[in-house]
């Protein structure tokens, strides 16, 4: 009992030590680029808010992403657990859930891509995990991976029907930090 009672308090001793001093706010861009799936290239709005304690933030964002076959525009959140590396250099993980739009395009180059297909709305859920540095100025960046999983009807090329999108992308993001 005497080990279990000293090891949780030097965990906690430890985490106060090395409490970080994360912004309360932050808000900025992240440009990103799909690796898996259907994701697309574009920008994204991001506004993170510290939640609950010091460890903790809400990252919202607004982003628009396009390939030559589809627009896809979304809206969420991820809930970020934060911890310090180094100094000002942290790392993150955590889950998110949001929703999209998504806008198949019929041709690409005035070639016909496909017959038309219905532009539809759909949930997502995620992870987000990456690092990010804070500078001595009202400055962030962040670099970060996110696999999604989309739910939405779609056809592949052997008109199966509704085939569940897996996607990964991977962000680089500044923010002005207050």
Known sequence: MKKLFFTT??????????AQDIPKNAIGIRISDG????????????????????HNRIDLNLSWRT?????????????????????NLNWFAGPGVGAGYIDF??????ITISRERDS????????????????????QVAFSIRPTY????????????????FGVNVGIAARYTF
């Open 9 to 18: 308090l030097s965990i906690i001793i430890s985490i106060t030590v090395y």
């Open 35 to 54: 690796v898996l799936g259907d994701e697309g290239f574009g920008p994204e709005i991001t506004y993170q808010r510290q939640l609950v304690s010091e």
């Open 67 to 87: 390939n030559a076959f589809i627009n896809t525009f979304r809206g969420g959140g991820y809930f970020h657990w934060t911890y310090t590396i180094w100094d």
């Open 105 to 110: 395009k019929s041709s690409f180059l005035s």
């Open 120 to 139: 539809e709305f759909f949930p997502y859920i995620g992870l987000d995990f990456g690092v990010d540095y804070r500078f001595d100025f009202p400055l």
């Open 150 to 165: 989309d739910i939405h009807d779609i056809e592949n090329g052997l008109n199966v029907e509704n085939v569940d999108n």
